[in-house]
């Protein structure tokens, strides 16, 4: 099983809301990633979790908040966002002993209001 | 910084034809290259990877080379198909958990 899922599909929000997206992975891989992809552009990395410990944040704005509960799950918490930050956001997990080959989950579509 | 471009961006071909799509790669010290498949809208799907150790790899109708000390790689693939058209990206990683992406190549292949 290659599958990292991810919830929801779409996301409507308000400036004001609070929103969390959810991604799951039950391939034993210790690595998960979070991702950012605009319309026409490639994916950009925002936070990387290696072993439930953050080890990168790509100067990601405070209103985006990761979490990793355990080597499964990794969420990404959403307050008082931007309409810029309308995008596709997209989950990864790798496993090192495997190359870090990374897979990704279908994505959740958010449209910030 | 890494830097990862891909030529052509966009690439109409009809059915059956064999194709290259080409990436780039500033920095030539990676841990390992990825090419991914992405339909309108979804995740990314992985093809293949490419450890920096092995010169290519292949999977079906797919062939990835590898060539670090020119920072290149290149993606073919035989007797194309409609339900081949998608947009292939390139991947590089430096650190062994860090992609950065090329810009894509937008392949449609015509019935």
């Known amino acids: 099983d290659t599958e990292v899922t991810q919830t929801p599909k779409h996301l409507v929000m308000g400036m004001t809301n609070k929103k969390s997206l959810k991604c799951e992975q039950h391939?034993?891989?210790?690595?998960m990633y979070w991702y950012k992809q605009k319309a026409k552009k490639p994916p950009e990395l925002m936070f990387v979790?290696?072993?439930?410990?953050?080890?990168i944040n790509e100067s990601v704005p405070s209103r985006f908040s990761p979490e990793c509960p355990n080597s499964s799950l990794l969420n990404l918490h959403l307050h008082a966002l931007q309409p810029e930050d309308s995008a596709l956001y997209l989950c990864?997990?790798?496993?090192?002993?495997?190359?870090?080959?990374?897979?990704f989950g279908p994505g959740t579509r958010l449209t910030v209001t | 910084k890494q830097e990862v471009t891909q030529i052509p961006a966009a690439l109409s071909v009809p059915e059956g034809e064999n194709l290259v799509l080409n990436c780039s790669f500033t920095?030539?010290?990676?841990?390992?290259l990825q090419w991914f498949r992405q339909d309108p809208g979804k995740g990314l799907t992985s093809l293949l990877l490419?450890?920096?150790?092995?010169r290519e790899q292949t999977s079906g109708r797919l062939n990835a080379s590898l060539d670090k000390s020119s920072g290149r790689s290149t993606l073919y693939i035989a007797a194309s198909q409609p339900g081949d058209s998608a947009t292939y990206l390139c991947?590089?990683?430096?650190?062994?958990?860090?992609?950065?992406f090329g810009g894509g190549t937008r392949l449609m292949v015509k019935p």
């Open positions: 990864a997990s790798s496993q090192p002993a495997d190359g870090y080959e990374q897979y």
């Open positions: 991947a590089v990683d430096n650190a062994g958990n860090m992609l950065t």
């Open positions: 920095d030539s010290a990676i841990y390992n």
């Open positions: 391939m034993g891989h210790r690595a």
């Open positions: 490419i450890q920096s150790s092995q």
């Open positions: 979790y290696s072993y439930e410990k953050l080890s």
